[in-house]
């Protein structure tokens, strides 16, 4: 059985992977209205990963007897300046995330409560992945500057994600 500490702080994890999937989709909808269809791609992946993430910590909370107390979601921003804009605004929030993530784990620790720091070591390891891809794309946006081209060559290789569910204990 899980703490009631434990159980707050995963309810407000799934609070704010939930905000993080609402966060893409905004994101995912202003680069549609740019026609940037591959960055539209990408953010839509990405809306899709964090309602995984968010499930993923709902059915353990579950799995360990927590309650599930599901939180209203806060409003996403809506303003974008550009496509650097957008992904800067991504890194800073995944790098958030990944200090929230840790504090989870740190209490966790503290508590002794190993199945779930071993179930957090996948967020951990899924957040050093997220931005890496995203300081990826950011330097790659500095570098390309007001070059159109290079805006559509990437906006081209984003058009390739695909959002896939990791199999079970992935
Ligand atoms: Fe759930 O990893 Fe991004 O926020």
């Not at 791609?41 to 964090?50: A, G, I, K, P, R």
């Not at 809506?78 to 784990?105: M, R, Y």
Request: glycine content about 4%; hydrophobic content about 40%; charged content about 25%.
């Amino acid at each position: 059985m899980i703490s009631k500490k434990l159980e707050d702080a995963i309810n407000s994890q799934i609070n704010k992977e939930f905000y993080s999937a609402y966060f893409y989709l905004g994101m995912s909808a202003y680069c549609t209205s740019l026609d940037l269809d591959g960055f539209a791609n990408f953010f839509h992946v990405q809306y899709q990963e964090e309602t995984f993430h968010a499930m993923k910590f709902y059915n353990f909370l579950l799995e360990r007897g927590g309650n599930v107390v599901l939180a209203k979601i806060d409003t996403p921003p809506a303003d974008f300046k550009s496509p650097l804009d957008v992904f800067v605004k991504t890194l800073e929030h995944e790098q958030f995330v990944t200090a929230s993530i840790n504090n989870v784990l740190d209490l966790a620790i503290k508590e002794n409560d190993h199945a779930t720091a071993s179930f957090l070591k996948w967020y951990v390891d899924e957040q050093v992945e997220e931005e890496a891809t995203v300081t990826k794309l950011v330097n790659k946006l500095k570098l390309i500057g007001d070059n159109v081209g290079g805006l559509f060559i990437i906006d081209n290789e984003l058009k390739a994600r695909v959002f896939n569910p990791p199999a079970k204990g992935e």
